[in-house]
T-cell receptor, first 116, second 110 residues
Framework: EAGVVQSPRYKIIEKKQPVAFWCNPI?????LYWYLQNLGQGPELLIR????????DSQLPKDRFSAERLKGVDSTLKIQPAELGDSAVYLC??????????????FGPGTRLTVL | SQQGEEDPQALSIQEGENATMNCSYK?????LQWYRQNSGRGLVHLIL?????REKHSGRLRVTLDTSKKSSSLLITASRAADTASYFC??????????FGQGTELSVKP
């Protein structure tokens, strides 16, 4: 079974530029999460999707961040414009139906973003 | 905001020794999970313990949970160099949200 796929793995951009990250969850997982992980810290939830619906986006800085999950499968996270403080690792995770968010989550390798 | 606080922040041991990491949290939980993260990689789920459980084992891992003290510990027995990684506890609250601690960085020297 393929795991959570993320691309790109690394991205270097200049501040004020836009950037997008893509995630393909494990097949059949209806719950998808985007996390931000700063160096030396644990991941922090940005947004959680149940199928196509964003059910928890309270931590997403909506002035510059946006996300979508069309057709309830793949998801894209966008930052526009990027700021220096956005440099971090962006992790995508998914979990299965049933007890959903109470179950274990499966993480992708992450996208390491560097904003210059 | 991160709920869990982990102790120690860093731990260095010799291969074959046991490693113990502790996690404390603040609010009531549905379950508590431990994850491992190797350098530059995503997180891997290790074990889940529910709020009505006190101890759980998986291979060389032993997790305890004390809800009265709002704390958990992860014990890795007979450690190996391959266990070198960061270990995170994560609590799941009654709303289903997973909140991670800051992690313990474990180094196992051969």
């Amino acid at each position: 079974e393929a795991g959570v796929v993320q691309s790109p793995r690394y991205k270097i951009i200049e501040k004020k530029q836009p950037v997008a990250f893509w995630c393909n969850p494990i097949s059949g997982h209806n719950t998808l999460y985007w996390y931000l992980q700063n160096l030396g810290q644990g991941p922090e939830l940005l947004i959680r999707y149940e199928n196509e619906e964003a059910v928890d986006d309270s931590q997403l800085p909506k002035d510059r961040f946006s996300a979508e999950r069309l057709k309830g499968v793949d998801s894209t996270l966008k930052i526009q414009p990027a700021e220096l403080g956005d440099s971090a690792v962006y992790l995508c995770a998914s979990s299965s139906r049933g007890t959903g968010t109470y179950n274990e989550q499966f993480f992708g390798p992450g996208t390491r973003l560097t904003v210059l | 905001s991160q709920q869990g606080e982990e102790d120690p922040q860093a731990l260095s041991i010799q291969e074959g020794e046991n490693a113990t990491m502790n996690c404390s949290y603040k609010t009531s939980i549905n379950n508590l999970q431990w994850y491992r993260q190797n350098s530059g990689r995503g997180l891997v789920h290790l074990i889940l313990i529910r709020s009505n459980e006190r101890e759980k084992h998986s291979g060389r891992l032993r997790v305890t949970l004390d809800t009265s003290k709002k704390s958990s510990s992860l014990l890795i027995t007979a450690s190996r160099a391959a266990d070198t990684a960061s270990y995170f506890c994560a609590t799941v609250n009654q709303g289903g949200k997973l909140i991670f601690g800051q992690g313990t960085e474990l180094s196992v020297k051969p």
